[in-house]
């Protein structure tokens, strides 16, 4: 995945959970859907945010298959 | 809840690393300082990162999602007093997330890493006959209930000790290096995690901070009861910490025995209940 697409991926995350989180406090968005959002953001925003920091993408490999 | 979710990740991933340094110092060795499963995390975020040749990539990847999803949903379950049903059938989930790294990535490892992992499932015997007690005297499994009970009747620790002990060994079981972790044995490389190195790696650690936060904080709620953070932090370090003695003091025990004695435990757990409902 290109860094701008990981980068791209994090913010919208990252975004939509802060949204979610703004809209909550002003009494729009239930505590059920509040929590809905961040049970996908998070997983999102954590890979998205990885994606982006990771050193290169490197050639697959076959697996480790002992000594 | 934002807030909520960032302190249960990286105060649970503080504890495995109080987990690996209490266990180095029963075992005389200096050990890693305390945040170094924080440091991992972050460590693997930079490393480099790629799908093996013989991957699943579709499986390989969202089952790295699903495992900190779950995680992030019991966490919820929890803050939000809900049902231990719902959180149970989230450790029955987990139980199919680790199947499914195991197979997704085609390493002989990984492969007996999962089929381990559905073997193991037997330690969530003892945590249904837990369950069982507790609605004996509560009539309710939602977390608030049970938290309501025990304002009213005092900790269930003290009322269903057999039940604790029961839970206390179903926390055993999920920690690193203890004597039923089977899905993780040496002989097994990294058993179901061989192949998720890198970015998964850091993501899978992410899924077990929150694991063990959720874990120990349902420990403290179910049989002790609500209390002030600053209580609740001191006793899931307590908890962790005898964990670990367990752990650094008993060997890990093959497949068959550690099902074997997981099934020991469910059976007298079974009578224990048994008695309970007759006597209530």
């Known amino acids: ?67 | 809840m934002i807030a909520e979710l960032l302190f249960a990740t990286f105060f649970g991933l503080l504890l495995l690393g109080v987990h690996r340094k209490v266990i180095a110092r029963i075992q005389r060795r200096p050990g890693p300082p305390v945040w170094q499963e924080i440091l991992h995390m972050l460590k693997f975020s930079f490393k480099t990162t790629w799908v093996p040749k013989t991957a699943s990539a579709t499986l390989f990847v969202g089952v790295v999602l699903v495992a900190i999803g779950i995680w992030t949903a019991a966490l919820f379950v929890v803050l939000s007093g809900g049902s231990l049903l719902i959180l149970f059938a989230i450790y029955m989930l987990h139980k199919i997330v680790e199947h499914g790294f195991g197979l997704s990535s085609g390493s002989p490892y990984g492969k007996f890493g999962g089929v381990r992992s559905v073997i193991s499932a037997a330690s969530e015997i003892p945590l249904f006959v837990s369950v069982a007690a507790i609605a004996v005297f509560t009539h309710s499994l939602l977390i608030s209930d049970i938290i309501a009970y025990q304002a009213l009747n005092g900790p269930l620790l003290f009322t269903i000790p057999l039940a604790a002990v029961a839970m206390y060994v179903v926390l055993l079981s999920k920690m690193p290096f203890g004597p039923f972790s089977i899905v993780e044995s040496k002989e097994l490389v990294s058993g179901y995690k061989t192949e998720h190195f890198g970015l998964w790696r850091a993501g899978l650690e992410v899924c077990n901070g929150l694991k063990t936060y959720v874990l120990l904080l349902t420990f403290i709620l179910v049989f002790v009861g609500s209390m002030p953070i600053w209580m609740i932090l001191i006793g899931m370090l307590l908890i962790i910490i005898s964990l670990s003695f367990v752990c650094a003091l008993s060997p890990m025990l093959s497949p068959y025995d550690t099902v074997t004695v997981q099934t020991l435990i469910a059976g007298i757990m079974v009578a224990y209940v048994a008695v309970l409902g007759v006597m209530s």
């Open chain 1, 1 to 67: 995945m290109k860094k701008q697409y990981a980068l791209a991926l994090a913010l919208v995350a990252a975004g939509s959970g802060i949204a979610a989180m703004v809209l909550n406090m002003v009494h729009i968005l239930p505590d059920w859907a509040y929590m809905g959002v961040l049970v996908i953001a998070f997983p999102l925003f954590v890979l998205g945010l990885g994606l982006y920091w990771m050193a290169r993408e490197g050639e697959a490999d076959i697996p480790f298959m002992g000594y």
